[in-house]
């Protein structure tokens, strides 16, 4: 799918479905589907948000639902965190790095 994000799933009569598959290619081709790296940032594997000129694999997308599960946890389910834990790790994780010009600084320690 290349794009695996909150935005790229709806949920119909109670089940999720993936959307958004112009990003996507057949697992057979080789090579890049895109020149550069594409995606929702705030979802990309740690691999992808460290090296730009990284080519997209299935592991990717894997993290990539990791990261869905874990943000949509995070926003809708009560948690042993107080409201600052969880907004700070959330912004860790999630938000934009203004050195990085990406998401996720704490996915790239």
Known sequence: HQDLSVGNIIIYQGKGILIDWDLAKVLTIQGPRQITCMGTWQ????????????????????????????????????????????????????????????????KSN
């Open 43 to 106: 979802f990309m594997s740690a691999h992808l948000v460290k090296n730009i000129k990284a080519i997209h694999a299935v592991k990717d997308d894997l993290e990539s639902s990791l990261y869905v599960v874990l943000w949509t946890a995070l926003m809708y389910k009560e948690s042993h965190m107080d409201i600052i834990e969880r907004t700070q790790f959330i912004m860790q994780v999630f938000n934009t790095d203004p050195l990085m010009g990406s998401g996720g600084s704490v």
